[in-house]
């Protein structure tokens, strides 16, 4: 799809995220968070994983954008956010994260607030809780 269709197609809320390198980003959207990659070039990427959708932009994309001069490589992001995916089961998803080297903040524990999650740092510096429902 032509990208002015494409963002023509946008709703509701939409999450953008910032990355160094779209393919190996991706490496981490497949395997920790178990997400379908819809599209996916060397500046853009669209994921999926049931009815959340989310894009990925390479910095480079960004060089006309406000933001641009905020993106050194040591310059963390997504501070102050978490970015939930409901339904990724984050026993599963800490697994994957541990055996691929990405940074586990928080192991998957129950909630006082009805939910099993699992705080997950990705390559990218973006926190990333992964959760199900407790039964009950």
């Not at 990925?56 to 956010?81: Q, V």
């Not at 984050?90 to 006082?112: F, I, M, N």
């Amino acid at each position: 799809m032509p990208a002015p269709d494409y963002g023509r197609s946008l709703k509701g809320l939409t999450i953008n995220l910032l990355v160094r390198d779209v393919a190996a980003a991706l490496a981490f959207h497949r395997a920790v968070l178990d997400a379908e990659v819809v599209y996916d070039d060397a500046d853009f990427a669209v994921v999926r994983r049931g009815d959340a959708e989310w894009m990925l932009h390479a910095d480079h994309t960004y060089r006309d954008h406000p933001l641009h001069g905020s993106l050194g490589p040591d310059i963390a992001r997504g501070i102050g956010a978490e970015i939930r995916l409901h339904g990724r089961d984050p026993d599963a998803a800490e697994a994957v994260a541990r055996e691929l080297g990405y940074t586990v903040l928080d192991g998957a524990a129950d909630k006082p607030h009805g939910l099993r999650e699992v705080y997950i740092v990705d390559a990218d510096g973006y926190l990333w809780v992964p959760d199900v429902p407790l039964e009950g």
